[in-house]
């Protein structure tokens, strides 16, 4: 497994006035903060999952989970592994009958499936020290609400056109 820093999902929203989805990371036992600009399906995708949203039909996400489960592959942790010139890079790390597996994928995808799955989410070292930030503690405070307000507001229509 690859030397991370466990993080927590503090949430998503759409950042103004540019309208591009955000997911904002941030140090368990730090004070670090990790913005990723993503895409608006996968905006929806882990605003859901945070909301306990369930469609009618399972969206990308959800299938690739079940399909996990149903073979007996235990996602153990995601990891943010890499940031290169402006795309980040991250990995699932998994395991089944006692082999570890690990697979690339996008950030986004792999936030929406830890956010599904319950595993926690760790960002590599050099990838904080690239693109971390502070937010100092007042403005911290005003960040984290305005995330909690954007996911308790947000519907698929805030993303554009509807995925599902």
């Known amino acids: 497994m690859v030397d991370a820093v466990e993080m927590q999902l503090v949430g998503v929203r759409v950042e103004l006035p540019t309208n591009q989805p955000i997911v904002l990371l941030r140090e368990r036992e730090g004070e670090r903060f990790l913005p990723i600009w ?3 399906v996968e ?3 882990i605003a859901f999952a945070l909301q306990g949203i369930v469609t009618q039909r399972p969206m990308t996400h959800d299938l690739l ?6 073979v007996g592959v235990t996602i153990e942790r995601i ?7 402006t795309t980040f890079y991250a990995t699932l790390e998994m395991a089944r009958d006692g082999a570890q597996y690990s697979v690339s994928s996008r950030p986004s ?5 830890a956010v599904r799955s319950g595993v926690p989410i760790f960002a590599a070292p050099d990838v904080l020290s690239d ?7 007042e403005d911290e405070e005003t960040e984290v609400q305005k995330f909690r307000e954007f996911i308790e507001s947000v519907s698929p229509e805030d993303f554009g056109a509807n995925p599902f």
């Open 38 to 40: 993503i895409g608006p």
């Open 43 to 45: 905006a929806t995708a």
């Open 65 to 70: 989970k079940s399909v996990l489960e149903e």
């Open 79 to 85: 990891v943010i592994t890499e940031l290169r010139e």
């Open 109 to 113: 995808d792999a936030i929406a499936l």
């Open 131 to 137: 693109a971390g930030i502070v937010i100092h503690d």
